[in-house]
């Protein structure tokens, strides 16, 4: 059974950072492209970025490029994603998700295999 758990999120001002996690069991995690995706109150989920098996390459949503950073530890099963200058529209439920073909610039939720519940992440003003 594959599992997909977020961790990290919260209630921060503008301006400040959380680090996201996502620990992942029930998969070879070596091999599956990892994701972030969001989706704020009324809003569509948008993809955010996206990490190769290996972590040598890595993918943005232009919006956020310059502000978060994607990693993994594959010796951990983790995925991470620092969130740094953060506004109020980075309010939203934050998902990670795994894909099990290869490439990274799938920005469509339906490419990916498996996903978590999300965590939480509000930034007020």
């Known amino acids: 059974q594959v599992q997909l758990v977020e961790s990290g999120g919260g209630l921060v001002q503008a301006g400040g950072s959380l680090r996201l996690s996502c620990a992942a069991s029930?998969?070879?995690?070596?091999?599956?492209?990892m994701a972030w995706f969001r989706q704020a109150p009324e809003k569509e989920r948008e993809f955010v970025c996206s990490i190769s098996w290996s972590g040598g390459m890595v993918y943005y949503a232009d919006s956020m490029k310059k502000r978060f950073t994607i990693s993994r530890d594959n010796a951990k099963n983790t995925v991470y994603l620092q969130m740094n200058s953060l506004k109020p529209d980075d309010t939203a439920d934050y998902y990670c998700?795994?894909?099990?073909?290869?490439?990274?610039?799938?920005?469509?939720?339906?490419?990916?295999?498996?996903w978590g519940h999300g965590t939480q992440v509000t930034v007020s003003s």
């Open positions: 998700a795994a894909r099990g073909a290869s490439g990274i610039y799938y920005v469509a939720g339906s490419a990916y295999d498996y």
């Open positions: 029930g998969l070879t995690f070596s091999t599956h492209v």
